[in-house]
């Protein structure tokens, strides 16, 4: 039947289910190019995001299966080429680009994985160099991690046999390549860490291409060699290749062979070190003892007989027990001299006596002063009799007794001292010695009398 023919309904589902049968039976594989943005990474472990151009945009999603293979994190901006077939989200009606393989355009996905990893791991201070562990100078046995069955292994154990063939070796054998390569070299360093029966470990592995020495380069390892308390050389491939270990590891040897020569010197060079060493201990303890014979023979010239020394010291002792015993005699003397004049000068200063005589002067104060106070109170009741006697004679009261009297104003209480202030008919008040009296003005006369 034509689905097309004149009355055919189709539901949006229906609709929606035939064209992505068509575009995913036309579009099941392609390669897009185009740039990231709006990424996101859900909780379900999915990638979604937009590959877009100038002209146009694509939605895209990643399922967890692939994104768990992918060496490198998807991040906005970044150019990529994606592999994929072309479907239909139901849901909202889009069609989409369910990717399968994702890579940077322009440059390889280990290389930008290897870049990410080496910011990152850079900024949390695991290249620092204050984290670096100093080889040990004489190790006693050495560890290495690596296949056992590589070349790695063969120029390590070539080298030392040829340089040290005494120095004792515990090979911890890993696969260096390949699925879970990364973690079983995690695990043996840790491993070793927990032993603890090596002093320096040596890590690597053979030559080889970037995805061969992969494993090198996975956050796991770096991370494994940045907890080691043991000090780790890194010798991975070549010395063109580098390594997240390399940077990680205490030290970087450019071949696993360089590594075994750097863990230790050789048995020859020690051996000539050491000889050169105990010829100048023997000649520094050849001139030490020969300085020391000149010494001794400046000293036994330098000596006299002995009695005659004895002599001189008994001499010397009469002599320094004679003017010991004229030192203690004078310092007796003086210390004799110097007691008996402050003991006059403390009976001098008797507190006793010193006490008595201010008891006395204190005493002799207070008669003269009981003397003092009692003339001054004298002449304090002569005077203020005087005084009363002066007052008595100027007293208002004497004169009117003598006849006087006092004229005030009737309505103002004020004293009136001339006549010629007052007014005829004015009410005055008399005082006198005994008694007042009330008048009225008559007339009055001018004059003084």
């Not at 994985?113 to 984290?131: I, R, T, Y």
């Not at 080691?228 to 990680?248: L, N, Q, R, Y």
């Not at 023997?282 to 002995?306: C, F, I, T």
Request: charged share 25%.
């Amino acid at each position: 039947m034509d689905i097309f023919s004149e009355k055919t309904i189709l539901t949006v589902s229906r609709l929606t289910a035939l064209l992505r049968g068509v575009l995913e039976e036309n579009f099941e594989q392609l390669w897009v190019q185009g740039e990231v943005s709006n990424i996101s990474y859900p909780s379900s472990g999915h990638c979604y995001f937009t590959l877009k151009d100038s002209g146009a945009q694509l939605r895209c999603v990643m399922f967890k299966g692939s994104v768990k293979n992918l060496k490198f994190r998807v991040n906005d901006g970044m150019a990529l080429i994606a592999r994929g077939r072309i479907s239909v989200y139901d849901q909202r009606g889009e069609y989409q680009l369910i990717c399968e393989y994702l890579e940077p355009a322009g440059i390889g996905a280990l290389q930008t994985a290897f870049v990410q990893l080496k910011e990152k791991l850079d900024g949390e201070g695991l290249f620092a160099g204050s984290h670096k562990i100093p080889l040990p100078r004489f190790p006693r046995k050495i560890g290495v991690i690596t296949s056992p069955t590589g070349a790695a292994i063969h120029d390590i154990l070539n080298v030392l046999k040829r340089r040290f063939a005494s120095l004792e070796l515990l090979l911890y054998p890993v696969r260096v390549q390949g699925e879970g390569s990364a973690l079983e070299i995690a695990r043996a360093i840790d491993e070793m860490n927990r032993l603890a029966e090596v002093d320096v470990l040596i890590v690597g592995r053979g030559g080889g291409s970037l995805e061969d020495l992969w494993a090198f380069n996975e956050e796991v390892v770096a991370r494994s060699v940045y907890r080691s308390k043991i000090p780790i050389i890194s010798a991975v491939g070549h010395e063109t290749d580098w390594s997240i270990c390399d940077f990680v590891a205490d030290l970087r040897a450019p071949t696993p062979s360089a590594a075994a020569e750097m863990v230790i010197e050789s048995a020859e060079e020690l051996h000539g070190k050491l000889d050169a060493l105990s010829h100048r201990l023997r000649k520094a303890v050849e001139n030490q003892m020969a300085s020391h014979y000149r010494h001794l023979g400046s000293l036994r010239r330098a000596l006299h007989d002995p009695r005659t020394m004895l002599g001189h010291l008994v001499q010397r002792m009469d002599d320094l027990n004679g003017r010991l015993e004229l030192g203690l005699h004078v310092a007796v003397s003086r210390r004799r001299d110097r007691f008996e004049r402050l003991q006059d000068a403390l009976q001098h200063n008797d507190p006793n006596g010193k006490i008595n005589s201010v008891r006395h002067r204190l005493t002799f104060l207070l008669m003269r002063a009981e003397s003092s106070l009692t003339q001054r109170l004298e002449n304090i009741r002569q005077e203020f009799g005087d005084n009363a006697a002066r007052i008595e004679v100027l007293s208002p009261l004497k004169t009117l007794a003598r006849g006087y009297a006092i004229v005030t104003r009737g309505n103002s209480g004020e004293v009136a001292v001339d006549a010629a202030t007052l007014a005829a008919g004015e009410q005055l008040l008399l005082k006198f010695y005994k008694g007042q009296a009330r008048c009225r003005v008559e007339s009055l006369e001018s004059g003084n009398t």
